[in-house]
């Protein structure tokens, strides 16, 4: 059963991703977050909550420190909300394609400080 939820979850998500590349160029559709180097595009209508959670992941993705779950997660479960972010981090290399991108799924409880960022695929462009 749970292959099965995982297997639906991903097919989910592909279709999911295939969109946010569809309508990367029209900007209405997501919520782009310029920090820098990085460009974090993500999903439209996700918290801004939830943004900064991605991104305090996305520099800690090495950290595996220790998470503090409430007292209601531990008998019941996290409460997670998922959202796909797409980053593109520019001028990674020396030679073109030269920038990053980055697919990713993140969840996060809303009860507690549990976050899980997945890196799906990853990929170098050339956009500047
Ligand atoms: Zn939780
Ligand atoms: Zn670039």
């Known amino acids: 059963m749970k292959k099965l939820f995982a297997l639906i979850i991903s097919v989910a998500l592909v279709f999911c991703i295939m969109s946010i590349s569809a309508s990367a160029d029209d ?9 820098g180097q990085t460009v974090f595009i993500f999903e439209n209508g996700v918290s ?8 305090a992941d996305y520099y800690n993705l090495d950290d595996n420190g220790a ?6 997660c531990t008998l019941l479960g996290h409460k997670l909300e998922s959202t796909n972010t797409i980053t593109i ?3 990674v290399r020396a030679t073109s394609p030269r920038c990053l991108k980055e697919y990713f799924t993140f969840e996060a409880c809303s009860r507690c400080d549990y976050t899980n960022t997945t890196l799906i695929h990853s990929e170098y462009i050339s956009c500047c």
């Open 48 to 55: 801004s909550e939830m943004q900064s959670r991605f991104i």
């Open 89 to 91: 981090t520019h001028k």
């Open 27 to 35: 900007a209405s559709e997501n919520i782009t977050v310029n920090d």
């Open 67 to 72: 998470e503090t779950y409430g007292l209601t």
